[in-house]
């Protein structure tokens, strides 16, 4: 099993910044993609960035030029810089990993508990 940790969240005026950290650990074989997504109450989840093991990123149109998604493979840690915030951007922010374990036969999806960003104008 992996298991996903995330940190980070908390408060902050529009125009701040945020860094999430996301630590995933456990028996894990391999990781190939690891994200963010993010939901607010009553509505679906959806993709803030994700980012592949050879480093190939993509990101929700909203957060394009504000946000950065890295990941440093060999602490299997994937981080979320969040810059010029503004208050739409408030959610719970969820890791994300599609990650294989050791003993298992293919990947899974795995997701971190949340951690809440609040933006205040």
């Known amino acids: 099993q992996v298991q996903l940790v995330e940190s980070g969240g908390g408060l902050v005026q529009a125009g701040g910044s945020l860094r999430l950290s996301c630590a995933a650990s456990?028996?894990?074989?391999?990781?190939?993609?690891m994200g963010w997504y993010r939901q607010a109450p009553g509505k679906q989840r959806e993709l803030v960035a994700v980012?592949?093991?050879?480093?190939?990123?993509n990101y929700a149109d909203s957060v394009k030029g504000r946000f950065t998604i890295s990941r440093d493979n060999a602490k299997n840690t994937v981080y979320l810089q969040m810059n010029s915030l503004k208050p739409e951007d408030t959610d719970v922010y969820y890791c994300?990993?599609?990650?294989?374990?050791?003993?298992?036969?293919?990947?899974?999806?795995?997701w971190g508990q949340g951690t809440q960003v609040t933006v205040s104008s």
């Open positions: 980012i592949t093991s050879g480093g190939s990123t």
């Open positions: 994300n990993a599609v990650a294989r374990s050791y003993g298992s036969i293919g990947y899974a999806n795995y």
């Open positions: 456990g028996s894990i074989f391999d990781i190939n993609v």
